[in-house]
């Protein structure tokens, strides 16, 4: 059993209370986490941390990002298998998707922040430049289904800009969050430079949120916990960055590529059981080429390897979506069931024939469930692309038209021929219910850092 303990100042310590974090794989208890629900604590930690470290040259910093990364990368097996008991993912996606990417944010942005170069604006008579300061502490918070991949991605950029952390994984992922924070006291890490706490969303979440002290948020999680994010935070002006729900579109053209679509929307599909916010968890096919399409789609399913759902709780939510998809109208071409084994196993599900407007083509499922749309002409795909509050992103899948039709879709990512297909230097994030701001690159550097122009006229 194992038992995980807040980082705070570079000490691990337990609040009073702990409760249990639960397998997804057969629902045995495998840790205990800390019920924090004061974040005093970590403030003043982090406090003390952050001028010698928002001191130290952007260069030392890379450094330190170097560092996190090449310990974090003799562990990659252990992080991998932390990451997999606590989700249920199959190893390979731990170990391909969720580890590599975790090391890689703190390379990229290692490698990022030395590419940096400074930015001037001439004028005629005066130079401006750009200084770009630390914010001071930030909270970072995170959401379950990626977890040391969405929290790294926060941590490394924020660190590179010289602010102290305070981080809260989510409460029922929080295994790799620790074993970071591990990683980062055996590698000398100055205390309190990164606080990781643990705890329920709305006890220790809120108290980072609304802490005076915490000078911005960046919050990854579900649309309807971003809008208390946002009404806690705005007041007090903190800078903030909502990373939230979708309800993604795959289109696939009638001059589409099936070899190359088929496997590419299943991916976009089923990967992580469907819970990745990218996930197209709608799928958009041309009449003429619909049963082609779906014949081999369903085909391949069956050797399309998933693993459970996140827990018990989430697959009841996503069964009541299976059971609103039969009373409104549709009709289950594959999944739908629960097997007889414990844990949150549950079947991948596929629904065709629901109009594109019904709740369940709309809400956000978050889970191995998809449904099935025909269209006719490129203006109905968009038009059903575009009809859901989100917009996260979308695939097109087209020999010919498909930028295009990206440029038409309202979300703030597509990909054309491909899925997850991440560099991560490219504005990352939502529109509409999907979310405010953008991470990745100079985005994030933009968002964790305060630009101040200074302009100068000298002789
Ligand atoms: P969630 O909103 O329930 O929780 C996310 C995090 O917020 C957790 O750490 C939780 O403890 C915390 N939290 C909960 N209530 C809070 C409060 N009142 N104040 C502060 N923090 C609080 O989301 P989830 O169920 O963990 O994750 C699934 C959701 O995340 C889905 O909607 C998915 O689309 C979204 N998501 C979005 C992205 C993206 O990049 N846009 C990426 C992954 C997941």
Request: one cysteine or more; hydrophobic letters at 40%; a negative charge.
């Amino acid at each position: 059993m194992i038992k995980v303990k807040n980082l705070i100042g570079g000490k691990f310590v337990l609040p009073a209370e702990c409760f249990d974090d639960i397998s997804p794989l057969d629902s045995s208890v495998i840790a205990q986490i800390p019920r924090t629900r004061d974040v005093s604590a970590a403030v003043k930690a982090a406090a003390l941390a952050q001028p010698s470290w928002g001191g130290l040259s952007i260069s030392e910093r890379c450094d330190w990002l170097d560092k996190i990364a090449d310990s974090l990368e003799l562990k990659i097996e252990e992080l991998a298998q932390l990451e997999s008991l606590d989700t249920g993912k199959p190893h390979e996606v731990a170990l391909n998707v969720d580890a590599e990417r975790s090391i890689n944010n703190f390379r990229f942005f290692a490698n990022f922040g030395r590419s940096m170069k400074e930015e001037t604006f001439e004028m005629k008579d005066a130079t401006n430049y750009i200084l770009r300061k630390p914010i001071g502490i930030v909270g970072l918070i995170s959401p379950w289904n990626l977890p040391l991949y969405l929290l790294s991605w926060k941590i490394a950029p924020a660190l590179l800009m010289g602010n102290s952390v305070i981080a809260k994984p989510s409460e029922i992922t929080p295994l790799t969050a620790y074993f970071l924070g591990q990683v980062c006291t055996e590698i000398g890490l100055p205390n309190g430079v990164l606080n990781i706490i643990h705890g329920y969303g709305p006890e220790i979440g809120h108290a980072i949120v609304e802490h005076p002290e915490i000078k911005a948020i960046s919050f990854t999680g579900g649309t309807a916990t971003g809008k208390i994010v946002a009404a806690t935070a705005a007041p007090m002006f903190k800078k903030l960055s909502l990373e939230l729900g979708g309800k993604n579109a795959s289109i696939v053209l009638d001059d589409a590529d099936l070899d190359i679509a088929v496997p590419g929307v299943l991916r976009a599909s089923f990967l992580n059981s469907g819970q990745i916010c990218l996930c197209g968890s709608r799928v958009l096919i041309h009449s003429s080429i619909y049963d082609e399409f779906m014949s081999r789609y369903l085909s391949e399913l069956q050797s399309f390897e998933i693993g459970p759902v996140i827990n018990e709780a989430h697959r009841s939510k996503i069964l009541s979506y299976i059971e609103l998809a039969k009373e409104e109208g549709g009709e289950i071409l594959a999944g739908g069931k629960v097997p007889d084994r414990p844990g949150a196993w549950l079947e991948p599900t596929v629904v065709a024939g629901l109009s594109h407007e019904s709740r369940t083509a709309t809400e956000e499922i978050f889970g191995p469930m998809v449904t099935i749309h025909r269209f006719d002409s490129d203006e109905e795909a968009i038009e059903i692309a575009n009809c859901t509050d989100y917009g996260l992103a979308g695939s097109v899948w087209s020999k010919n038209r498909g930028r295009q039709i990206a440029e038409k879709i309202d979300s703030g990512m597509v990909w054309v021929n491909t899925w997850l297909h991440r560099d991560l230097r490219v504005p990352f994030g939502g529109v509409k219910d999907s979310g405010v701001g953008r991470e990745g690159g100079m985005w994030s550097i933009g968002f964790f850092s305060e630009a101040v122009n200074i302009c100068v006229i000298e002789d």
